[in-house]
């Protein structure tokens, strides 16, 4: 019986043709894994989690604050708008950093960076024109400006805040692997490796 020869580096037999479906399959399955598991710093999830995390708060805050007014009788409370953002941040970030353990170290946790220098920034701009900042942080039937302004602008801020936290207790609950990809982490300097068959 004759042996059939197999082409170095791809574990197929001499003659055969990979299929181009199944050579993309493998490379999607890898780049998701390289996503997920790698350690280091993920530019493109950096750009993400900045640009979309804030925003992204919005639909579902808003979302969360009116099912809760309904269930508790309420109209325009600026305490169930402000658990309902900071909930859904919270959660987002948990769940991020949950399934994309370099969330943390992808600047998940200077996520409430900007957004907190533009409200601050607002802060200033309203004190400047009117000392009145009451409409930025809470908002009052009869003045849709300071709802949209609290909707677009303030909660959204407090959502980065928590979604950052999010990531934070997510991180640490996991046992800090983000940086390491799971691995056990290096030996203090000076101890040097673990002889062979030796644990700590």
């Known amino acids: 019986m004759r042996a059939r020869s197999i082409r170095p580096g791809t574990g197929s037999p001499a003659g055969t043709v990979e299929r181009p479906s199944s050579k993309l399959f493998a490379e999607g399955r890898l780049m998701v894994k390289y996503a997920t598991r790698t350690s280091g710093l993920s530019g493109v999830l950096f750009a993400l989690q900045l640009c979309l995390a804030p925003p992204f708060s919005i639909p579902f805050g808003l979302l969360t604050g009116i099912v809760v007014d309904r269930l508790l009788g309420l109209t325009h409370s600026n305490l169930v708008n402000y658990g309902s953002f900071g909930?859904?941040?919270?959660?987002?970030?948990?769940?991020?950093?949950?399934?994309?353990?370099?969330?943390?170290?992808?600047?998940?946790?200077?996520?409430?960076?900007?957004?907190?220098?533009?409200?601050?920034?607002s802060?200033?701009?309203?004190?400047?024109?009117?000392?009145?900042v009451f409409e930025i942080f809470a908002d009052r039937p009869g003045n849709p400006g300071g709802a949209m302004v609290q909707a677009f602008l303030t909660l959204?801020?407090?959502?980065?805040?928590?979604?950052?936290?999010?990531?934070?207790?997510?991180?640490?609950r996991s046992g800090g692997k983000s940086a390491t990809d799971g691995r056990t982490p290096a030996r203090k300097s000076g101890q040097g490796p673990l002889p062979p068959g030796r644990t700590r």
């Open 123 to 132: 802060v200033v701009d309203e004190l400047k024109e009117s000392h009145n």
């Open 87 to 121: 909930l859904v941040g919270f959660c987002l970030g948990y769940a991020v950093q949950t399934g994309l353990p370099r969330a943390y170290i992808s600047g998940g946790r200077w996520v409430w960076v900007w957004p907190m220098c533009l409200l601050a920034l």
């Open 156 to 172: 959204p801020a407090v959502a980065s805040c928590l979604y950052s936290l999010g990531i934070i207790v997510a991180n640490r």
